[in-house]
T-cell receptor, first 113, second 114 residues
Framework: AQSVTQLGSHVSVSEGALVLLRCNYS??????LFWYVQYPNQGLQLLLK??????LVKGINGFEAEFKKSETSFHLTKPSAHMSDAAEYFC???????????FGTGTRLTIIP | DARVTQTPRHKVTEMGQEVTMRCQPI?????VFWYRQTMMQGLELLAY????????DSGMPKDRFSAEMPDATLATLKIQPSEPRDSAVYFC????????????FGQGTRLTVV
């Protein structure tokens, strides 16, 4: 079985500050890891994904995440927050041969002007 | 611009009524998912299909929910009879098995059962 834990249901950062959203996973097989973003009344949009290869992955809107197997983590970062980053962020896991996504509970990011 | 299309976007219905939600997956995608989002439970997988065949519907209440793919361009999720606890946002997503990567989500159907 696989699972995802997102630490912090709400995170607030000042505009221009570093964004760090935490995600830890549990999987008995090599995982595929994803970050999705959800704006109000919208569907989920893929920010970035890790399947194999380079452990530092870059996504849209300046976000990146690093897969750390030893820490079972896949934290999302952005060097400088923008007001438009305010949204809910979901970490998800699947694995090769089973594309069902298991989602974390989400982190609501608020940007302080 | 390829996208997953869900209809209706909003639905208000009375308890006991049948509800049908529709999804048009991205053309060429062979995997379709139905997720439900609520404040209490977050995002839950209800069912998913590959090449129109159901692979897993273990997350779906069998007595009142049913999911089908009449053809490759249409997936449906039905609730009969609906109950207030079914109020949620229902998302359809599609993907391509051979790439085994991300799922593309529709905008969702917000269901309110009164």
């Amino acid at each position: 079985a696989q699972s995802v834990t997102q630490l912090g249901s709400h995170v607030s950062v000042s505009e221009g500050a570093l964004v760090l959203l935490r995600c830890n996973y549990s999987s008995s097989v090599p995982p595929y890891l994803f970050w999705y973003v959800q704006y109000p009344n919208q569907g989920l949009q893929l920010l970035l994904k890790y399947t194999t290869g380079a452990t530092l992955v870059k996504g849209i809107n300046g976000f990146e995440a690093e897969f750390k197997k030893s820490e079972t983590s896949f934290h999302l970062t952005k060097p400088s927050a923008h007001m438009s980053d305010a949204a809910e962020y979901f970490c998800a896991v699947s694995y090769f041969g089973n594309e069902k996504l298991t989602f974390g509970t989400g982190t609501r990011l608020t940007i302080i002007p | 611009d390829a996208r997953v299309t869900q209809t209706p976007r909003h639905k208000v219905t009375e308890m006991g009524q049948e509800v049908t939600m529709r999804c048009q997956p991205i053309l060429g995608h062979n995997t379709v998912f139905w997720y439900r989002q609520t404040m209490m439970q977050g995002l839950e997988l209800l069912a998913y299909f590959r090449n129109r065949a159901p692979l897993d519907d273990s997350g779906m209440p069998k007595d009142r929910f049913s999911a089908e793919m009449p053809d490759a361009t249409l997936a449906t999720l039905k609730i009969q009879p609906s109950e207030p606890r079914d109020s949620a946002v229902y998302f359809c997503a599609s993907g391509l098995r051979e790439r085994n990567t991300e799922a593309f989500f529709g905008q969702g159907t917000r269901l309110t059962v009164v």
